[in-house]
T-cell receptor
């Protein structure tokens, strides 16, 4: 099956700094990738849809200036959490849609961000 | 528009059966099922596309009702490895996958 790799898996940063998370599709080209956020014991909430070569589409309530998404190539999307604060601490997961009819999602390993 | 799952949590002894339900107020284009272990990303289980469809592999199967507003996931003779949180999901506008509220399944020896 398709493989999506996410890096880093864990990151701890100080409040006010920026953190970049990378999401790569290793064996297929992904024109669209999705970024999810998950709080403990909660469901995955879609933050934004990342489109190769164009601006990301953000879900309602997600600050686009705080969560910068760049999808510069067919295999790489990045999420940058700018000026991170403790409330941004969460589990961030990227995914890419498969090429099949139903378009199952393949997920990266997830990145656990802790902001001190 | 988030699909609602029931039960929210269930504890089973190894070998027992479980049913997890996923309901929507609107007809769904398709329904996906995923399982997530603690601290890990979700893993794809299966997709159902057609009303009335049933499919499965090994001891995990699922159904999609005729009106395409409800899906159920069936776990038979549960194993310890089945523990985790199960999510149904559906594509909104055939573009983005929205996950259900989740069901936490704990299997005890």
């Amino acid at each position: 099956g398709a493989v999506v790799s996410q890096h880093p898996s864990r990151v701890i940063c100080k409040s006010g700094t920026s953190v970049k998370i990378e999401c790569r599709s290793l064996d297929f080209q992904a024109t669209t990738m999705f970024w999810y956020r998950q709080f403990p014991k909660k469901s995955l909430m879609l933050m934004a849809t990342s489109n190769e070569g164009s601006k990301a589409t953000y879900e309602q309530g997600v600050e686009k200036d705080k969560f910068l998404i760049n999808h510069a190539s067919l295999t790489l999307s990045t999420l940058t959490v700018t000026s991170a604060h403790p409330e941004d601490s969460s589990f961030y997961i990227c995914s890419a849609r498969g090429a099949g009819e139903a378009g199952e999602l393949f997920f990266g390993e997830g990145s656990r961000l802790t902001v001190l | 528009q988030q699909p609602v799952q029931s039960p929210q949590a269930v504890i089973l002894r190894e070998g027992e059966d479980a049913v997890i339900n996923c309901s929507s107020s609107k007809a769904l284009y398709s329904v996906h099922w995923y399982r997530q272990k603690h601290g890990e990303a979700p893993v794809f289980l299966m997709i159902l596309l057609k009303g009335g469809e049933q499919k499965g592999h090994d001891k995990i199967s699922a159904s999609f009702n005729e009106k395409k507003q409800q899906s159920s996931l069936y776990l038979t003779a549960s194993q310890l490895s089945y523990s985790g949180t199960y999510f149904c999901g559906t594509f909104i506008g055939n573009e983005k996958l929205t996950f259900g509220t989740g069901t936490r399944l704990t299997i005890i020896p």
